[in-house]
C-alpha cells in the first residue's frame, strides 16, 4: 500500500521513499536538484574546490516561489531541461555530496508526492506574500497539494490570505 506523505513527513522517512526510487538516473538527464542548507559546503569539500569556484563553473541560480536557489548548471544552455552537468557515463559524479533535492529524488511512484514535499519544507516562504501568490499559481495550474500543504493551511488567517492574494499585501 502506497504511503501518505504529508507536509510534516520527516526527513527521515522522505530519505528512506526517495531511495526507493529506481536509480536509472532518469532525473539526471532532464534537470537538477536544488541546493539546500550544507549542500554547497558539502560539494565543495567533496571536489575539493572552493564554493566561490564550484558556484562559477558548475553552479546557476534559479528563482523559485521568488526565492534564489542554486542548482547544478545543465549541460544544454538556453533550455529549461537538459542533463546535469555532474552526470557522466557511471552516474553522478558527486554521488556522496549531491543536493538533498537529488537525494529527495522525484521520479519514484512518489514522485509528485517528494516534489510538493521538498517544494513545501524548503522552498515556499510563507512569510513572503509573492512566494505564496506564485504557490496559490502552481495550485491553480495542478500542482499537487499535499495535506498540511493547503493554502488555508499555510495562511490560517483567511483575512489576510485574501489580501495577499489580491496583492493588498505587497512584502
Ligand atoms: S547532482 Fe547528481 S543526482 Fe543530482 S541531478 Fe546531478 S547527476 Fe543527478
Redesign the pocket.
Known amino acids: 500500500m502506497k504511503k501518505r506523505i504529508t507536509a510534516k513527513t520527516h526527513l527521515k522517512e522522505i530519505l528512506e521513499l526517495g531511495n526507493a526510487c529506481s536509480r536509472k538516473?532518469n532525473?539526471?538527464k532532464h534537470?537538477?536538484?536544488f541546493l539546500i542548507g550544507d549542500d554547497l559546503k558539502n560539494i565543495s569539500k567533496f571536489l575539493k574546490i572552493d564554493e566561490e569556484r564550484l558556484e562559477k563553473k558548475y553552479l546557476e541560480e534559479k528563482d523559485l516561489f521568488n526565492k534564489k536557489i542554486l542548482?547544478?548548471r545543465l549541460k544544454t544552455k538556453d533550455k529549461p531541461y537538459g542533463?546535469?552537468?555532474?552526470?557522466?557515463e557511471n552516474?553522478?559524479?558527486?554521488?556522496e555530496a549531491?543536493?538533498l533535492?537529488?537525494?529527495v529524488g522525484n521520479c519514484s511512484e512518489y514522485g509528485e508526492e517528494l516534489s510538493a514535499w521538498f517544494l513545501l519544507n524548503y522552498i515556499l516562504d510563507k512569510d513572503d506574500p509573492e512566494s505564496v501568490r506564485q504557490y496559490a499559481l502552481y495550485i491553480k495550474s495542478g500542482g499537487k497539494v499535499l495535506e498540511g500543504g493547503k493554502l488555508e493551511e499555510i495562511i490560517p488567517d483567511k483575512n489576510k490570505l485574501k489580501k495577499i492574494l489580491g496583492y493588498e499585501i505587497l512584502r
Open positions: 538516473n532525473c539526471c534537470g537538477s536538484g542548482r547544478p542533463e546535469c552537468i555532474f552526470f557522466d552516474g553522478c559524479s558527486i554521488n549531491k543536493p533535492q537529488c537525494k
